[in-house]
């Protein structure tokens, strides 16, 4: 056993987006067609056209133009409160978010849900379709509750209306699931993305971006069930499509370029990944700009495997970079700003820097355990951290508090016999073997040997 105590299972930015593209439904015109002017009216269902076009294609700063356009046509019509002016107000809403400007993406998109319920009434699937993407935005506001809210009710609306095998119904089945999967309910994700995929393959063909985007979210789920050989083969695939149906260019690949970047990683395969996270790097600048907070999901991918290789500056700046944009964009109590904090921790531990490693890691904890519970893998894992650093430091009541928390939730969630609680283990006997209490170092010790299958 190592007697320093490395930092185990080192803390890694989770596949799956920490900050997902939003693939949302927009539509060519809108029921409850307002009565006016003939040439107001085509203008307006021009510039609806060109919009749809521009942001299928990822041209947002084009589409954003277009968009206030609408809405400031659409302010005109009679009445003031009309269906096209709500269908105006959700463009504006999802190319705000799809920019990662989310707090100028929730008041159009509130305002559109509001409008469409009074003028098409609550459960037309025109409100669907904007519950859908309210649920996304909350989800990249880190408002859980809100958005599984907002699924749950676009899943009901649409299921009422269209079927149980619809492709409207997919992308709700997708985004719930996906949800599901960020709080750490693998099977239940798991479930709600399988049948999303097999109505999308048989509603919209296997070669459709809409496949991609729940074999993306399939394999996040893969990943962190740690079945790396799974996860590469469905964004290897997912990467595929996308690249075929929207070009090597297009936005909508940086997701999948960092999710199987970092696959590779998982299985030591930094010389393969480090070309995807580049890659994505390249197509994220060009398609958002340096300073927008997507930027900071590749900037952080790419982060992870320069760290990997021992290159610990150049990681500690491109993850010092992500978590200001970060700052900048998101809620201070945003889990992404915690998975930030634990990187740059990770990164001052390699360097002997503890004092500041444990600063890092005290607040990455204090966002996780309000954001996800105590009961969740991702504290555990950096009151594991803690533990160590606080050995480090000396502090060994503080060490044995972090790993006694530790070890009670990784028991929990995977079972007494698991690699990851022998980690646990193994580092508790160490300390307490520091604070003198050789007996009960010799029992954890033991416990952790026995999951091992080895002797010492």
Same mark, same amino acid.
């Given at each position: 056993?190592?007697? =320093?105590?490395?930092?185990?299972?080192?803390?890694?930015?989770?596949?799956?987006?920490?900050?997902?593209?939003?693939?949302?439904?927009?539509?060519?015109?809108?029921?409850?067609?307002?009565?006016?002017?003939?040439?107001?009216?085509?203008?307006?269902?021009?510039?609806?056209?060109?919009?749809?076009?521009?942001?299928?294609?990822?041209?947002?700063?084009?589409?954003? &133009?277009?968009?206030?356009?609408?809405?400031?046509?659409?302010?005109?019509?009679?009445?003031?409160?009309?269906?096209?002016?709500?269908?105006?107000?959700?463009?504006?809403?999802?190319?705000?978010?799809?920019?990662?400007?989310?707090?100028?993406?929730?008041?159009?998109?509130?305002?559109?849900?509001?409008?469409?319920?009074?003028?098409?009434?609550?459960?037309?699937?025109?409100?669907?379709?904007?519950?859908?993407?309210?649920?996304?935005?909350?989800?990249?506001?880190?408002?859980?509750?809100?958005?599984?809210?907002?699924?749950?009710?676009?899943?009901?609306?649409?299921?009422?209306?269209?079927?149980?095998? =619809?492709?409207?119904?997919?992308? &709700?089945?997708?985004?719930?699931?996906?949800?599901?999967?960020?709080?750490?309910?693998?099977?239940?994700?798991? $479930?709600?993305?399988?049948?999303?995929?097999?109505?999308?393959?048989?509603?919209?063909?296997?070669?459709?971006?809409?496949?991609?985007?729940?074999?993306?979210?399939?394999?996040? /789920?893969?990943?962190?069930? $740690?079945?790396?050989?799974?996860?590469?083969?469905?964004?290897?695939? !997912?990467?595929?499509? $996308?690249?075929?149906?929207?070009?090597?260019?297009?936005?909508?690949?940086?997701?999948?370029?960092?999710?199987?970047?970092?696959?590779?990683?998982?299985?030591?395969?930094?010389?393969?990944?480090?070309?995807?996270?580049?890659?994505?790097? =390249?197509?994220?600048? &060009?398609?958002?700009?340096?300073?927008?907070?997507?930027?900071?999901?590749?900037?952080?991918?790419?982060?992870?495997?320069?760290?990997?290789?021992?290159?610990?500056?150049?990681?500690?700046?491109?993850? &010092?970079?992500?978590?200001?944009?970060?700052?900048?964009?998101?809620?201070?109590?945003?889990?992404?700003?915690? /998975?930030?904090?634990?990187?740059?921790?990770?990164?001052?531990?390699?360097?002997?820097?503890?004092?500041?490693?444990?600063?890092?890691?005290?607040?990455?904890?204090?966002? !996780?355990?309000?954001?996800?519970?105590?009961?969740?893998?991702?504290?555990?894992?950096?009151?594991?951290?803690?533990?160590?650093?606080?050995?480090?430091?000396?502090?060994?009541?503080?060490?044995?508090?972090?790993?006694?928390?530790?070890?009670?939730?990784?028991?929990?969630?995977?079972?007494?016999?698991?690699?990851?609680?022998?980690?646990?283990?193994?580092?508790?006997?160490?300390?307490?073997?520091?604070?003198?209490?050789?007996?009960?170092?010799?029992?954890?010790?033991?416990?952790?040997?026995?999951?091992?299958?080895?002797?010492?």
């Amino acid at each position: 056993m190592d007697r =320093n105590s490395t930092l185990n299972n080192i803390w890694r930015l989770s596949v799956k987006p920490l900050l997902p593209l939003l693939l949302l439904f927009l539509i060519p015109a809108c029921a409850g067609h307002q009565a006016n002017s003939s040439a107001a009216q085509e203008k307006w269902l021009a510039l609806n056209r060109e919009f749809i076009a521009l942001h299928t294609k990822g041209s947002y700063d084009q589409a954003l &133009t277009t968009a206030l356009q609408g809405v400031a046509l659409a302010q005109e019509f009679m009445p003031r409160e009309n269906a096209d002016l709500a269908t105006s107000l959700n463009n504006l809403g999802v190319t705000y978010a799809a920019m990662g400007r989310f707090e100028q993406a929730r008041d159009p998109l509130e305002r559109a849900l509001a409008m469409r319920e009074k003028v098409l009434g609550p459960n037309h699937l025109e409100v669907a379709t904007t519950l859908s993407n309210l649920g996304e935005l909350y989800v990249d506001m880190n408002l859980p509750s809100e958005a599984e809210d907002a699924f749950i009710r676009a899943l009901e609306i649409r299921e009422a209306e269209l079927g149980s095998e =619809n492709a409207d119904l997919a992308e &709700t089945l997708n985004n719930l699931g996906e949800l599901y999967f960020r709080r750490g309910l693998l099977d239940q994700g798991d $479930k709600l993305l399988r049948r999303a995929l097999a109505i999308r393959e048989n509603k919209l063909g296997p070669s459709h971006p809409q496949v991609a985007r729940t074999l993306d979210n399939l394999a996040g /789920i893969e990943q962190a069930r $740690k079945h790396f050989p799974q996860a590469q083969e469905l964004l290897e695939r !997912s990467l595929s499509i $996308k690249e075929t149906a929207l070009g090597p260019q297009h936005p909508w690949l940086t997701i999948t370029l960092t999710s199987l970047a970092e696959v590779l990683m998982s299985q030591d395969k930094n010389a393969d990944a480090e070309p995807l996270a580049r890659r994505a790097i =390249n197509i994220g600048e &060009t398609a958002y700009g340096q300073e927008n907070v997507r930027m900071a999901l590749p900037l952080t991918t790419l982060g992870n495997l320069l760290r990997n290789q021992g290159q610990f500056d150049e990681a500690a700046e491109l993850f &010092t970079r992500a978590l200001r944009l970060q700052e900048q964009a998101l809620p201070a109590d945003h889990l992404d700003i915690a /998975i930030s904090l634990g990187n740059l921790a990770s990164v001052h531990y390699a360097q002997g820097r503890f004092v500041e490693a444990r600063s890092f890691y005290e607040r990455a904890l204090a966002i !996780s355990e309000a954001g996800l519970g105590q009961n969740h893998g991702d504290v555990a894992q950096l009151q594991h951290n803690l533990g160590v650093v606080n050995r480090k430091l000396g502090n060994l009541d503080q060490a044995k508090a972090m790993f006694m928390q530790a070890l009670a939730t990784r028991e929990a969630l995977f079972g007494s016999s698991a690699p990851i609680v022998a980690d646990t283990l193994e580092a508790l006997a160490l300390t307490l073997e520091d604070a003198g209490d050789a007996a009960s170092a010799a029992a954890y010790l033991q416990r952790a040997k026995g999951i091992r299958g080895q002797t010492w």
